[in-house]
């Protein structure tokens, strides 16, 4: 597996790799965040590596998946049954809501699936 490079990185995700600090971080768009120890936890901040400065190199972006909600308004559509992993997305950030819009007969069809597996 190949650094990411830079400009393929999505604004907003995480990714794993190699970084002083730790081995996963998030994308602010120019920087990264990770998570660091000087003798308590705390967020650290590192550049994108390049051979002769930076810190960290990204080589997978982490799919985060997208909620099986159980509901569509409020807390319900935040928490879900679980979560389905995708390559849509893994290419570029939706929501939820567009995703389900999209997928909505796939989301429909697993729900019962699981209802007939839970019977």
Request: proline fraction near 3%; charge should be positive.
């Amino acid at each position: 597996m190949k650094i990411i490079p830079q400009d393929k990185l999505i604004k907003y995700r995480w990714y794993v790799g190699r970084g002083r600090n730790n081995n996963v971080a998030f994308w602010d768009g120019d920087r990264f965040l990770t998570i660091g120890n000087n003798g308590e936890w705390i967020v650290k901040y590192e550049q994108y590596y390049m051979s002769k400065d930076g810190c960290f190199q990204p080589f997978l972006m982490i799919d985060e998946g997208l909620i099986i909600p159980h509901g569509n308004t409020g807390w319900a559509s935040h928490y879900g049954k679980g979560l389905i992993f995708n390559k849509d997305t893994r290419k570029k950030r939706v929501s939820s809501e567009q995703f389900r819009r999209k997928h909505q007969l796939d989301l429909e069809e697993l729900v019962k699936c699981k209802s007939k597996a839970t019977k």
